[in-house]
């Protein structure tokens, strides 16, 4: 995600923090101290980290159950309106989703329990006040925040956790495709009411509503397309005619082809084969950095993917997405069949859609944005 910063790993998973968190410390820190004094201002901002750890954990649950599964857990990232834990690929399977999406809550819960038993003969618990004057309400207020976060994930406002409860257990009646659409609408009803709530009670409310509808859309499109894409063999989407360029061929040569014909991405070839992938992002980008003088071999992508021609367009797609590349090769047993770019795969994805009377032109939009944020 961009404008957010490198904080350490847990377990593996990069912690990240989105920059308007600090200006959410910033922000809290100025108002209770300009009201309180200094010390206050102190103690608001330790709470808001006490809470965010809780959300660390919580979204740490997440991960990990999700690569007990399979799924590769990449990194959290910390927003003022919470985090969002980036899994490759939520899980399909019903049973799987569940089990990933509560126990997020369920972590709460357990915070919730055990600050209890530790402190709450003590303390009690308390809605959360956002200037805890003593220990006690600061403890008070922390269990109090555990229990409304389990409670408020647990809202089927997909894609919250509850949401992909939900999901999954409409997945065990229908069709995952089907199931998506309908959490997903749910979920942008409940957004909606989130948003016009917020508007006049709670102004947190109706960010975290639009942020919600904008999410289950996304989610809704992701899915529809991946789902048309997996019909589709590697071998539909490629380009069979292609120049190609050898390692030591100028970039000159390489601007020369791309200005002239419609080829966008190059394979680099030499006697002992497939060397490379030049690219059109490669190209564009290195006449900045390095001149035309450079050989292609310099510039050429060397660890480019490699597909079979029968492996399904949503596979190459989730290469592009995960691997951050733009074309991959096609090969079957050792020989290069074609190349697949992300024009060839928006191409045949748009002939697709519209066959199947699909907006298209809204879902390769998005999966250019997709790419691009990546
Ligand atoms: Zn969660």
């Not at 269990?143 to 406002?157: E, R, S």
């Not at 394979?267 to 002992?272: G, H, R």
């Amino acid at each position: 995600m961009k404008w957010s910063i490198n904080a350490g790993s847990i377990f593996g998973i990069k912690l990240r923090i989105h920059l308007t968190f600090f200006l959410l410390l910033l922000f809290v820190f100025a108002q209770v101290s300009s009201e309180y004094g200094v010390r206050a201002g102190v103690m608001s901002v330790l709470f808001i980290c006490a809470v965010f750890a809780c959300v660390v954990i919580h979204e740490v649950g997440h991960s990990l159950i999700a690569r007990r599964f399979g799924k590769e857990a990449k990194s959290i990232t910390l927003l003022p309106i919470g985090g969002v834990a980036a899994i490759d690929q939520m899980p399909v399977k019903s049973g799987q989703e569940i089990a990933v999406s509560l126990i997020g809550p369920l972590i709460n819960l357990v915070i919730a329990g055990f600050l209890y038993i530790l402190f709450g003969a003590k303390t009690g618990v308390s809605l959360p006040n956002l200037y805890p004057q003593s220990a006690q309400a600061f403890l008070a207020g922390l269990i109090g925040v555990n229990i409304m976060l389990a409670v408020f994930n647990l809202i089927p406002a997909f894609p919250m956790d509850g949401g992909r409860v939900l999901r999954g257990l409409l997945a065990l009646k229908m069709d995952y495709v089907q199931a998506t659409i309908w959490a997903a609408n749910i979920g942008q009803a409940i957004a909606v009411f989130f948003i016009f709530f917020g508007m006049f009670f709670n102004f947190w409310l109706a960010l975290i509503g639009i942020f919600l509808y904008l999410g289950a859309g996304s989610e809704k499109q992701q899915v529809i397309l991946q789902s048309l894409l997996a019909e589709v063999p590697a071998s539909e989407a490629m380009t069979t005619q292609y120049s190609t360029l050898k390692p030591d061929n100028s970039l000159v040569e390489a601007l020369e082809r791309f200005g002239r014909g419609c080829q966008q991405d190059f394979p680099v070839i030499d006697d002992s084969g497939l060397q490379g992938i030049l690219t059109r992002d490669r190209i564009l980008a290195a006449i900045h950095t390095k001149g035309l003088n450079v050989p292609v071999c310099e510039v050429m992508d060397k660890t480019f993917a490699i597909v079979s021609s029968r492996m399904g367009l949503d596979q190459v797609y989730r290469i592009f997405l995960s691997g951050n590349k733009t074309a991959v090769a096609v090969m079957d047993e050792g020989q290069l069949k074609g190349i697949i770019g992300l024009d060839g795969i928006s191409r045949y994805f748009m002939v697709k859609a519209a066959l199947k009377g699909v907006d298209a032109a809204g879902l390769v939009a998005q999966m250019k944005n997709k790419m691009i944020a990546n």
